[in-house]
């Protein structure tokens, strides 16, 4: 990977601008736009569904927007000459080859991109795949294991972006410990990550940035520190229950959050990454039975 700050590094790695795509005449992703710079890692959160992996395509050229476009490396991805040197990507760790060996399919990977074989040895035992494991064929790797794999296949070339969708999925918490290590240790040497989860506590850890998308929607993008901070709305509402599934199936907080939150308080729930002046989803228009206020427009408080 070369070092940040030569000269065809460019000052947005990966770009997105008003992607939008359609399945059966419904919206998935509607007018989508963000950046990710060098030396950083994006979050890009959302509950299942909310439009995260579809994005993905899109930016990698797997899937065809219907309107708006994407660029990684200043143009589109499919037309980089040999990709894999460039963009590391894995948007299915379950998709990969079950019929080959481990360290065949990594070998497989390194030919086709022009990358030497001992980079493949190195790449199992950066990724924790001993030599037992190597020799197994993936039908028989756990969710871990081909995340582990994926995660390799994504790096052989020594790319200068990563594209990674959902890659905690399977991975125990050493797992955990040690992608987040892998990854900021990437984006410190001058490499860009975009990194999708459904949980904020996979990634808040590591991710300079937050995209938080809901519905198709962006409705929240900013630093860590900006939308992680106690800045936000208070939300009350007379079925906490049905509040809790509205926010989080709008992208807004995980699962959990608000029956957590008002364990916490006597009444209400601070909704994270809402700020002062944030446009918000009309939630109240689909639960007319709540007190919804806050969620009417902007935030004014």
């Known amino acids: 990977m070369p070092a940040a700050g030569t ?3 460019l000052a947005d790695m990966i770009e997105a601008e008003k992607l939008t795509k359609r399945f059966g005449g419904r919206a998935v992703v509607s007018d989508v736009s963000f950046r990710c710079e060098p030396g ?32 990684v490396l200043g143009g589109a991805y499919r037309e980089l000459p040999n990709p894999g040197r460039r963009v590391g990507v894995l948007l299915d760790a379950s998709a990969q080859h079950a019929g080959r060996r481990g360290r065949e399919a990594l070998a497989l990977s390194a030919q086709t991109m022009g990358v030497e074989e001992s980079r493949v040895d190195e790449l199992l035992d950066l990724v ?33 972006v ?55 929607r962006i409705v929240a993008e900013g630093s860590r520190d900006e939308l992680l901070s106690h800045t936000g709305t208070q ?9 809790g599934r509205a926010l989080a199936d709008a992208g807004l907080v995980e699962p959990g959050y608000v029956k957590a939150s008002l364990r916490r308080r006597c009444t209400g729930v601070r909704v994270p990454w809402i700020r002062k002046g944030d446009a918000l989803p009309a939630l109240g228009d689909e639960l007319p039975a709540l007190a919804l206020p ?6 004014t408080a």
Request: hydrophobic share 40%; aromatic share 4%.
């Open 40 to 71: 950083t890692v994006t979050g890009f959160l959302g509950p299942n569904g909310a439009g995260k992996t579809t994005t993905m395509r899109m930016i990698c050229g797997f899937a065809r927007p219907d309107s708006g476009r994407s660029a």
């Open 294 to 299: 806050a969620l009417a427009g902007r935030v």
């Open 128 to 160: 924790g795949l001993e030599k037992s494991a190597a020799r197994k064929r993936v039908r028989q790797y756990s969710l871990g294991m081909r995340q582990r794999l994926g995660i390799a296949n994504a790096l052989i070339g020594e790319p200068e």
């Open 7 to 9: 000269g065809d590094r």
């Open 235 to 243: 939300v009350q509402a007379d079925d906490d229950a049905a509040l």
């Open 162 to 216: 990563l594209i990674l969708d959902e890659p905690a999925n399977g991975l125990d918490p050493e797992g955990m410990r040690w992608m987040r290590g892998l990854l900021r240790d990437f984006a410190e040497r001058g490499g860009t990550v975009l990194l999708s989860s459904h949980l904020l506590h996979e990634v808040d850890v590591i991710a300079d940035r937050l995209v938080i998308i809901g519905g198709g």
